[in-house]
């Protein structure tokens, strides 16, 4: 049974939720009961409101193992911790306001010359009703066993339902509110959430520590490259997205960063490069695991392989058959393409049900203890003075055995189907992978053998040794990319105020042209056999190539937009206009007006930049110093515009520059219009 860390709720605090505070963590606790009689159902939903009534069926059918655990005393209580993802129904999307507060924003409204209405800066939940929006639940179930009791035993389920992935931060908050729930009842919601309420604004790809009671949850989470846009749209940094490999190895790269890749396909190690590529092409993978916490455990680690690229495709750590789209899935005839699926499931009915998926996992154990909390407990560094490795033949990779490799032969011959009457650790593709297995790699990691407290220790730095290879893996294949995202700056003497030259457009044929001519380059040569290049192909046609590359792109826009607006806030414009002829002049003047104009319209949008005040002051001075040189009637012409006259009200030392009188500016009294 798994045991709450020290916890006591302050019961001289009069603890009060602030829901908005509050929903940019979670959007409902959920109490659940399993009814004999009336099946799943939802005792307590904390804020009252937040979810649907379809929405309230599939968190509860969701929320409960397909089947009761065995091998389990009489008389026992056995907990277990896993998470699902679901999409959200339409109807209930502004039912709390709250949960979907959010600044809309109307790009037309902003010049198109101008790249700040590309700036990522929301910290809400977006209210798109064009994009789908998931709802993670975060499940705490017991299950106690007890022979008094109707059939034997009771089932209940403590949800923690949020829009974002956070598995690093609501884990072990389960692990806390579960245990304190069975406690001390539905007050544990109202205590919990009012800490949460509590904790600052989540920062992505930040270390953060929040205070729960007198326990404080030390945690990383994912960066804001890694969330889908559905989540809400955070600052994201053009240093901090592949394809540049990251300086700081401690911060997490992509979803599911505590995920436990050693543990969970430790026997199918081999298999990892040929799901790193599946996952990669955005193909449809059914993942069947014995219980709940294993399938999911699997389908966050395959979505954790992929980091730096954010996984594009729809996957669901426990899927049931009560999931709306199930429907849709079952009725595929055979021929017809399967959607882009990642589907965690512990029903052996699915097998039959999906038989167009085109690659089935099996992992786990039947007989593994699943009281034991199925996630690796990250440390904050390295282990020290590991054990020596045991090497490839030690780690029960049987690939090398003949007897193996009969066994192998003998599990593809037969097909997934041979689950239904023993439970096997495999794989079954048709598809064969570019990568080889990197016997480096494996002969790295440590094999301690089944003692516990030691298991966990090895998992720890073997999932280190994974998760670097697989970043250094994905970080080199999309490396060929990087010149489309490559920032240009105004050279020295340049003028920064025209526009910034547009980045390279793509073209799939021209790149795959390149990149044929040049090479993959030493890091995946040495991987990879020679078709490589049908890879790169697959990946163009995939669907997670388009919405890396262009969010990519955006922030590779934003890089540069910065770089020239720098540029312009240190250039001298009495040097750059001083042997510049009249018609360039008025350009120039044009395009400082234009850049003021973007600066105050962006402010009026609630989305200024820090430096606002400063920034403006300078465009203001340039365009006066510009203004002042320009010929009395060209200035006349252009105070007849009021707006741009109340712009020129700022008074500023008359310019002088060689061989040009020197003008100042009066105060024309016009209400002509442009």
Not at 119 to 141: A, E, M, P, S
Not at 238 to 248: D, I, Q
């Amino acid at each position: 049974m798994s045991r709450s860390p020290s916890f006591a709720v302050k019961q001289e605090l009069s603890l009060k939720t602030d829901l908005v505070s509050l929903q940019q963590w979670v959007v409902a606790f959920c109490i659940i009961r399993f009814d004999l009689e009336q099946g799943q159902l939802i005792e307590e939903c904390y804020p009252p409101g937040s979810l649907s009534n379809e929405e309230e069926l599939d968190v509860a059918f969701s929320s409960f193992p397909d089947s009761v655990s065995q091998n389990q005393n009489r008389s026992s209580i056995h907990d277990c911790i896993f998470f699902f993802r679901i999409q959200r129904r339409k109807s209930s999307e502004q039912r709390n306001v709250n949960s979907s507060e959010t600044v809309e924003i109307d790009d037309k409204e902003v010049s198109s010359n101008s790249m700040k209405e590309k700036v990522i800066n929301r910290r809400k939940i977006r209210n798109d009703t064009k994009q789908l929006k998931y709802l993670y639940g975060y499940v705490f179930n017991r299950q106690r066993h007890d022979e008094r009791l109707r059939r034997g035993g009771e089932q209940k389920s403590v949800v923690i339902l949020s829009h974002n992935p956070y598995s690093s931060v609501f884990r072990p908050l389960l692990q806390i509110m579960g245990p304190l729930y069975f406690d001390i009842g539905k007050k544990a919601l109202e205590h919990i959430a009012a800490y949460v309420s509590m904790w600052p604004a989540p920062v992505p790809g930040k270390h953060m520590e929040l205070p729960i009671g007198n326990a404080l949850l030390k945690v990383s989470l994912p960066p804001a490259h890694s969330l889908s846009f559905e989540i809400g749209m955070f600052e994201e940094s053009a240093s901090a997205m592949a394809p540049f490999l990251p300086n700081n190895q401690s911060i997490p790269q992509g979803l599911f960063h505590d995920s436990d890749i050693f543990g969970t396909f430790r026997s199918i190690l081999l298999q990892l490069w040929l799901l790193w590529e599946l996952l990669l092409i955005g193909e449809p993978i059914l993942i069947i695991g014995p219980t709940p916490p294993q399938c999911c455990e699997a389908v966050a680690s395959l979505v954790s392989l992929v980091a730096p690229l954010p996984c594009s495709i729809d996957f669901r750590p426990y899927f049931t058959i009560h999931d709306p789209d199930f429907k849709h899935l079952n009725s595929l005839r055979e021929g017809d393409t399967f959607p882009p699926m990642i589907l965690g499931v512990t029903n052996l009915f699915f097998l039959k049900a999906l038989r167009n998926i085109p690659h089935i996992v099996s992992v786990g154990s039947p007989a593994l203890n699943s009281n034991q909390v199925p996630f690796a407990s990250r440390s904050a560094g390295r282990i020290h003075g590991r054990p020596e490795g045991f090497g490839l033949q030690q780690l029960s990779l049987k690939k090398f055995s003949p007897s193996s490799l009969l066994s192998a032969v003998k599990l593809r011959r037969d097909g997934p189907l041979c689950l239904m009457t023993e439970h096997k650790e495999a794989v079954w593709s048709t598809y064969v992978a570019t990568t080889k297995p990197d016997t480096s790699i494996l002969n790295r990691l440590i094999d301690a053998g089944m003692l516990p407290r030691v298991e966990e220790s090895m998992s720890v730095v073997n999932n280190e040794i994974l998760r670097r290879h697989f970043l250094e893996l994905t970080t080199n294949f999309l490396a060929p990319f990087g010149p489309y995202f490559r920032a240009t700056t105004p050279s020295e003497g340049s003028l920064p105020f025209i526009d910034p030259p547009h980045l390279p457009p793509f073209d799939a044929d021209e790149f795959l042209a390149n990149l044929s001519a040049r090479g993959v380059g030493k890091f995946l040569s040495k991987r990879m056999k020679s078709n490589w290049l049908d890879l790169y192909k697959r990946f163009l046609k995939g669907p997670n190539f388009m919405p890396w590359f262009q969010r990519r792109l955006t922030v590779a826009e934003q890089e540069q937009h910065r770089l020239w607006r720098q540029a312009r806030m240190k250039a001298d414009i009495k040097l750059l206009i001083s042997k510049m002829p009249e018609l360039e002049i008025v350009d120039y003047f044009n395009a400082i007006e234009r850049h003021l104009h973007g600066e105050i319209q962006m402010e009026k949008l609630g989305r200024a930049a820090v430096d606002f005040t400063e920034t403006c002051q300078k465009l203001k001075k340039d365009l006066q110093a510009v203004f002042n040189v320009l010929p009395k009637d060209m200035q006349q012409l252009l105070l007849m515009n009021p707006e741009r006259a109340a712009l020129l009200q700022l008074s500023s030392e008359p310019t002088k520059l060689p061989g040009r009188p020197s003008l100042q500016i009066g105060v024309v009294s016009s209400t002509s219009s442009r």
